[in-house]
């Protein structure tokens, strides 16, 4: 079982301390990191808090190794120059949004997709009565996330990183891709809106035209072999599903 992220909701200013301190009593597993000045705020919470003293910028690279999750109460430039000496990639970086001092908007700056920020912020908005502001593509589009695809299923991705790249432009352009569904659950589509026009499911992929499609996406458990990578040279991400119990991937592929 995947365990729950570890969140950090940070303050500096006396109204930022204020919407933190109301957004803890929503999420009792957060902690709380809020100038000592206005510590008062979080008065009589359960969850974690640290009142930090000096500046604020020597928090952020321990808070960066603490928490999965870090939800700023402070303006997106600051958090912009305040984070950026910390960067290393977003398989490494923590999720991180901003939220602005009144509350009204929730805006995920880093990490939307593999560290989850995207979705942390629907989350923050809902339980604030804000507004979540996400530029990602595939959500703005309301289409497949190719990089995070199945996650919440317990699905592997893959594939070189520079395909996850060619075959997310695909799919946010709009271009001809092909869902090949061998194994796994089926319900891995979960916004309310339709399967994009531009995506097309298929069961096998022997059946699959592969030259018809500028992407595919293979979910299965099937091996595959140097020559397929090759004809589908930048062009192929593949899902690996949780085997059923009691059977391994030899078994299946053969079934």
């Not at 991705?157 to 060619?166: G, S």
Request: hydrophobic share 45%; aromatic share 6%; glycine share 6%.
């Amino acid at each position: 079982m995947t365990a729950p992220p570890r969140v950090c909701l940070v303050a500096i200013t006396k109204h930022g301390s204020a919407q933190a301190a109301t957004l803890a009593r929503q999420l009792p597993q957060a902690s709380l990191c809020v100038a000592a000045k206005f510590a008062e705020a979080t008065r009589g919470l359960s969850n974690p808090v640290q009142a930090y003293e000096g500046a604020f910028k020597d928090q952020i690279g321990s808070l960066f190794q603490a928490f999965d999750q870090i939800v700023f109460f402070v303006s997106l430039g600051a958090v912009v120059r305040l984070i950026a000496p910390h960067l290393k990639s977003k398989d490494e970086d923590p999720g991180v949004l901003v939220v602005d001092d009144a509350g009204q908007f929730v805006i995920p700056v880093l990490s939307g997709h593999v560290g989850g920020a995207n979705a942390m912020a629907e989350t923050v908005a809902a339980l604030l009565g804000a507004t979540a502001v996400l530029t990602t593509a595939s959500d703005v589009g309301k289409t497949i996330p190719v990089d995070i695809l199945g996650r919440e299923l317990g699905w592997q991705v893959e594939a070189p990183k520079l395909n996850i790249t060619r075959v997310s432009a695909a799919v946010v352009n709009e271009e001809p891709v092909a869902v090949v569904q061998e194994a796994g659950s089926p319900h891995w589509w979960t916004r309310p809106t339709p399967l994009p026009p531009n995506i097309h499911r298929h069961t096998r992929l022997e059946d699959v035209d592969l030259a018809r499609y500028r992407a595919v996406l293979w979910i299965t458990h099937r091996p595959v072999d140097d020559t397929l990578w090759q004809t589908l040279h930048e062009r192929l991400v593949v899902y690996r599903p949780p085997l059923p119990a009691g059977n391994d991937a030899t078994t299946e592929a053969a079934a």
